[in-house]
């Protein structure tokens, strides 16, 4: 594997022109480990290097906007990509009087949404997007306000004005509009569905989120570091070990912190503990959404118990506030890794006889197969991550492209499959269940011993910037952090999984019937706080 | 089906009573709740679920007290997909801006008398988002609350408890 990749591309499209920005990330492990390169080109380049990296077959990660007129230098304009694990990090400037940038839609489809979120809450223009409706930002927000930028004061109450969101339409006989949520028909997070529809097929589907937005990303900015990590445990709650741990290994790059060997290996305990948990919920609504709510409360029945174990061996049913800044807050004795072994023992017999059952039913079968296809194209296209993508070909987990320890030793195998269906995203589940089974075993069976479970994390010093990935069980977190003058946080970017698979559920849909959508919204269980942010 | 059968039967019924300490406060509280639900919501309680900006912590935990271990329709408890059924409405998160005005709708649609319970510590007040341009903080701020739940997020037990006070105290115990 070339580990410089996607740097050398860059340095041959752009020559001197791409200056190499290393001294903002000073402890970033050499790529593929988890480490991100990052280099400065001219605002007015920023398409053309979107397009080189589309040539080479990169991956959108992320998009983002930064204000940096605190430390002098008006909006930082930020796109990550990725392939095969090295991460690189492409930044513009564009000062505050004139705040446009290329716009990269063209290339990449994610950036769609991304470049209409960094306008509505940043205010930078992506000259040349085709669609600049306000996201996450709702129609009762003042035109101008912009949440990220510095001279925003967010602790006040804002002010509302009136207005209307347009809606894509669709028109001709017999066409219909079917409207959904925000508040939903189930206990679930709350979002707005616009369906267009003939008789039963789905014609389109628009989504708009944004109802949960809580200000995260500026909230962090009002934070101290150490106090920033409550704030990531709570971006989405089925996800608190792996957005904590992401936040702490940015924090961790950015400072030179390295935890002790026992609490990384704690750690990736945890973060396989919530991968089992979820899946476990999951595949039990999958089959309810099918009308077949045997399993619902068969597999409910067994995500209760590795909840159980965590409240008493860890202190909590989701091990919230359990990961911190250089290391962990708990550690386990040798009763508790028997206690473990035994219950992953019980689990692996009592999850394979109900995957017997979801495999020999032919009903559920039928509603589960060819539902919801997400081809192996549009899942590249559409740069989705975690099991989404890997249900839909494609071969993508930082645990396993771009591992931190123990997962450099403990490699994962990540089950790839190409029908893109219900049933694949479901079964993708079920394999992950055994191989974290199997990498809690290893993990338990080969625990470094020491007494300490914390580091120091030394104070950020200014100007700096942190980067991490993790592989939630949702697929591949990422935070970028930056530090202001004074070494306080300047900027605290989140991304969620579901920052760029919400839309393809909007492709998935296409060609289905509108009983289906609930079975198919299900399948994929993203988040909207996540997303909204 | 044999195999479904034979599941069944060998999971035969899981519900568990509720924690001791727990169980010992229904039991307190069961000769008064057991009339009130039976008078007020003619013996089953309709519970409309919103999320008015929440991070899913506690939807988690909701889920959990319909499952099979805690079960809480033996407590004649159930979930609506409407408001306009909900004896009562549990609200979960800080209130968002931009759900604020659903929350407002909901409660209005929803029938007297309805009783608002506010679950986890954000709904109580804001939590960790505190008060900001896209937070109003506590459920109270946009609607009338008559219990809180406190947890982050509160366990399940703790949830069922939480509405079975709320059921049976202030003027729903008369």
């Known amino acids: 594997m070339e580990k410089n990749y996607l740097k050398d591309i860059m340095t041959s499209a752009f020559g001197p022109e791409a200056k190499q920005d290393n001294s903002q990330y000073p402890n970033s492990p050499a790529p593929p480990n988890g480490g991100v390169t990052a280099c400065q080109i001219p605002r007015e380049r920023f398409a053309e290097a979107a397009k080189a990296m589309k040539t080479a077959g990169a991956r959108l990660v992320a998009e983002w906007a930064a204000d940096e007129t605190l430390l002098g230098r008006g909006f930082g304009i930020y796109a990550c990509y990725e392939k095969r694990g090295e991460y690189l990090i492409v930044k513009v400037y564009a000062p505050p009087e004139d705040p446009s940038f290329p716009s990269i839609t063209k290339k990449f489809a994610p950036a769609h949404r991304f470049e209409r979120q960094m306008n509505s809450l940043m205010g930078v223009i992506p000259t040349g997007h085709p669609d600049l409706r306000p996201w996450i930002k709702h129609e009762g927000w003042p035109k101008d306000a912009y949440p990220l930028r510095k001279s925003f004061d967010a602790s006040k109450p804002m002010q509302r004005i009136k207005g209307e969101y347009n809606f894509i339409r669709a028109e001709g006989e017999g066409v219909y509009e079917i409207p959904v949520g925000p508040v939903h028909a189930g206990i679930i997070e709350p979002g707005h569905f616009h369906f267009q529809a003939v008789g039963e097929d789905i014609l389109n589907l628009e989504e708009r989120l944004g109802y949960v937005h809580k200000g995260i990303e500026k909230r962090f900015e009002s934070l101290s570091w150490i106090d920033g990590v409550k704030l990531a445990r709570r971006v989405s709650g089925d996800s608190t070990v792996a957005h904590s741990l992401c936040y702490c290994r940015a924090l961790e790059a950015m400072t030179g912190c390295s935890p002790p060997e026992r609490a990384l290996w704690l750690r990736a305990l945890m973060l396989e503990r919530e991968r089992i948990a979820n899946h476990l919920g999951d595949i039990g609504a999958i089959a309810n959404d099918a009308a077949f709510a045997f399993l619902l409360y068969q597999f409910s029945r067994l995500r209760e118990m590795p909840l159980r174990t965590n409240l008493k061996l860890f202190g909590h049913r989701f091990m919230m506030d359990k990961i911190l800044p250089g290391g962990v807050a708990v550690d386990i004795n040798s009763n508790s890794k028997k206690e473990i072994l035994s219950e992953m023992d019980w689990l692996s017999k009592e999850s394979e006889r109900l995957v017997v059952i979801y495999d020999e039913n032919p009903s559920l079968e039928d509603r589960v197969r060819d539902t919801g296809v997400l081809t192996p194209d549009k899942a590249r296209e559409l740069c989705v991550v975690g099991f989404t993508a890997r249900a839909s070909g494609q071969n993508l987990d930082c645990r396993i492209q771009s591992p931190f320890p123990p997962y450099d030793i403990i490699i994962p195998k990540a089950p790839v499959l190409n029908s893109g269906d219900v049933h694949a995203r479901a079964w993708v589940r079920i394999e992950e269940i055994r191989e974290s089974i199997r990498i809690i075993r290893e993990i338990l069976n080969n625990l470094p011993d020491g007494q300490s479970l914390q580091s120091q994390v030394p104070s950020p010093q200014p100007h700096k910037a942190g980067f991490a990935v993790v592989e939630g069980w949702r697929g591949e977190i990422v935070y970028w952090i930056q530090s202001g003058a004074k070494g306080e946080i300047n900027r605290c970017m989140v991304r969620d999984p579901s920052s760029v698979n919400w839309i393809a559920l909007e492709e998935a849909i296409h060609g289905n019937i509108v009983p289906d959508f609930p079975l198919c919204n299900k399948s994929f269980n993203q988040s909207y706080s996540g997303n909204d942010l | ?174």
Do not use: W
Not at chain 2, 48 to 67: F, K, P, Q, T, W
Not at chain 2, 145 to 171: E, F, M, Q, R, W
């Open chain 2, 1 to 174: 089906m044999i195999r479904i059968l034979h599941q069944i039967f060998r999971t035969g019924i899981v519900t568990e009573p509720l924690p001791a300490e727990t169980e010992a406060e229904v039991q307190e509280i069961g000769a008064k709740l057991e009339d009130a639900i039976s008078r007020r919501f003619r013996r089953s309680l309709t519970i409309r679920m919103v999320d008015a900006g929440s991070c899913n912590g506690c939807e988690l935990e909701i889920h959990a007290i319909n499952n099979s271990i805690y079960n809480c329709e033996r407590f004649g408890i159930h979930f609506a997909a409407s408001p306009r059924f909900a004896d009562m409405l549990l609200v979960t998160g800080p209130v968002s801006v931009n759900m604020e005005t659903a929350l407002k709708r909901t409660y209005n649609a929803a029938p007297p008398p309805k009783l608002v319970v506010a679950l986890g510590d954000c709904g109580y007040n804001g939590g960790i988002f505190g008060e900001s341009y896209a937070s109003l903080g506590g459920i109270n701020k946009v609607i009338p609350v008559d219990a809180y739940i406190h947890g982050c997020p509160p366990t399940p037990a703790a949830i069922l408890n939480g509405i079975l006070k709320a059921v049976s105290g202030g003027p729903y115990a008369k």
